[in-house]
Antibody
Framework: VQLLESGPGLVKPSQTLSLTCTLS??????????WSWIRHLPGGGLEWIGY???????SYTPSLKSRVTMSLDTAENQVSLKLNSVTAADTAVYYC????????????????WGRGTLVTVSS | QSVLTQPPSASGAPGQTVIISCSGG????????VNWYQHLPGTAPRLLIH???QRPSGVPGRFSGSKSGTSASLAINGVQSEDEADYYC????????????FGGGTKLTVL
């Protein structure tokens, strides 16, 4: 199983960042799996953005919840991320990752990551 | 400001034991299991330890994890040069409607 993130490397402030994560060697509707988006900020920290389950249920981090939408494209075997009203603070490397979420997230971890894609927000 | 607290750096000579700490609170480490990730810049991060102390297949036995109360540790017994990387702890946090949280990362230097 491999994950590959793709999308524009440059987005203008106030616009919408749109990324896709293509899964090869598996199905995004595999029962028991979720798909997270995580970003690595220039300051060095990792930030979990949210996840979408194989059934389409979503959970977003509260600080980004008002701007984030995740969805599944079963025909293309892709997971998408949309982040609207971006600013320079959204500049980061964005990763998708397969996510294990069990027992009300007592067990919550990312067992396979993509290599990430750099998104720069600049005019 | 990361929810989980890690030292920014750690170091050790080849063959030594290095321990990286991760401190949290009652809503994250105190309630849920802890995971560790290894990240070399320019590559995909790698799951090193999950569920406090479980090593995925393919992860060398020199890596081990433990948890006590609201703190956790990653130990590397017999550190090797290829272990030079950034290490992050992570867990689910039950506050604020729930969210995944990370430590700020620890840069390991092999002397």
């Amino acid at each position: 199983v491999q994950l590959l993130e793709s999308g524009p490397g440059l987005v203008k402030p106030s616009q919408t960042l749109s990324l896709t994560c293509t899964l090869s060697g598996g199905s995004i509707t595999s029962a028991g799996y979720s798909w997270s988006w995580i970003r690595h900020l220039p300051g060095g920290g990792l930030e979990w953005i949210g996840y979408i389950s194989y059934s389409g249920a979503t959970s977003y981090t509260p600080s980004l919840k008002s701007r984030v939408t995740m969805s599944l494209d079963t025909a293309e075997n892709q997971v998408s991320l949309k982040l609207n009203s971006v600013t320079a603070a959204d500049t980061a490397v964005y990763y998708c990752a397969t996510t294990i979420s069990v027992d009300q997230n007592y067990y919550f971890y990312f067992d396979l990551w993509g290599r990430g894609t750099l998104v720069t927000v600049s005019s | 400001q990361s929810v989980l607290t890690q030292p920014p750096s750690a170091s050790g000579a080849p063959g030594q034991t290095v321990i990286i700490s991760c401190s949290g609170g009652s809503s994250n480490i105190g309630t849920n299991s802890v995971n560790w990730y290894q990240h070399l810049p320019g590559t995909a991060p790698r799951l090193l330890i999950h569920s406090n102390d479980q090593r995925p297949s393919g992860v060398p036995g020199r890596f081990s994890g433990s948890k006590s109360g609201t703190s956790a540790s990653l130990a590397i017994n017999g550190v090797q040069s290829e272990d030079e990387a950034d290490y992050y702890c992570a867990a689910w946090d039950d506050s604020l409607d729930g969210r995944g949280v990370f430590g700020g990362g620890t840069k390991l230097t092999v002397l």
